[in-house]
Every structure is written in C-alpha cells, then in structure tokens.
C-alpha cells in the first residue's frame, strides 16, 4: 500500500497492490489517522462506507486498485471512491433475514448522504459521500483562517 496527497491537502489516496487484498484494519487505521479530527459518529460512518466500499471491490469487482478520500470543510463532507478492475455497476441486494452477507450496499446507502459508481477505461468508481449534518452528528470542527505575521 502507498499513500499520496493532494496538492492542496484536501486529499488521499491509498493505492493498493493488485494482486492481495489489504487487511481492512489497516484500511480503516489509514483512514482514521487522515480523518482524526472527525466527530466519532462521523468517523465511524466513514469507516464503515470505507470498509463495504473496498470489500465489495474484492469480492465482486475484481479487487480494489486504490481508495481517494477528499474532505470539504463546509459542509464537513467526506468523499469516498474506490476504483476496482470490473466495469460491471454494483448491485444493491435485499436478501431476507436469514441470508448472511449481501447488505454492504445498503449500509453504503444507510450512512452516506449519496453514493454511486462510474466507469473508468480501467473498471469502475464506486463513490459515497459521508456528511456529518446529514445527521446531526457532532459537527466537524472549523478550520481556523491562518494569520499574517
């Protein structure tokens, strides 16, 4: 795994070797360190969208290449994309109670404030953004204007 930033600081992304699937604990640690300052229930959300995000890329896309989170300070917004080498859209399932597995989609659908996918010439984006506002979590703190002098 290597991680980059955006220019401007307003991103990650975490680029993922093709051929093992990454432990999501270490996905989850990556994300929690970018995002340290998130309130908890945001925090957690975000984890989570993360987590179902690049299992799904494992288990149906073919395996994720890499992970982009950018972050929007107001609204506090945190977007989530995950590349994966299938070019075939996800699938929301509604399996019945005794089905194990299968709701990802709907925990994606359940803690983002919208999600989606898009081709690429390479497979797909599969993209959720989290919004702490959304659902009155504890706001996201403000950055501060940076003083001259």
């Keep these: 795994m290597r991680q980059d930033e955006d220019s401007d600081g307003s991103g990650l992304t975490l680029r993922l070797a093709a051929e093992a699937e990454p432990p999501l604990v270490h996905i989850r640690r990556w994300a929690s360190q970018a995002l340290a300052d998130l309130g908890e229930d945001h925090l957690v959300a975000t984890q989570l969208v993360v987590t179902e995000l690049v299992t799904n890329a494992y288990q149906h ?89």
């Design 61 to 149: 896309g073919q395996g994720a290449t890499q992970i982009r989170v950018w972050r929007d300070r107001d609204p506090c917004r945190i977007r989530i994309e995950v590349d994966d080498r299938s070019s075939s859209p996800p699938e929301m399932r509604n399996p019945d109670a005794r089905t194990p597995g299968g709701r990802g989609l709907q925990m994606v659908g359940k803690a983002s404030l919208d999600w989606g996918a898009r081709t690429t010439g390479e497979g797909k984006t599969v993209w959720a953004v989290v919004d702490c506002s959304a659902f009155g979590w504890q706001p996201c703190p403000r950055s501060e204007p940076q003083r001259e002098g």
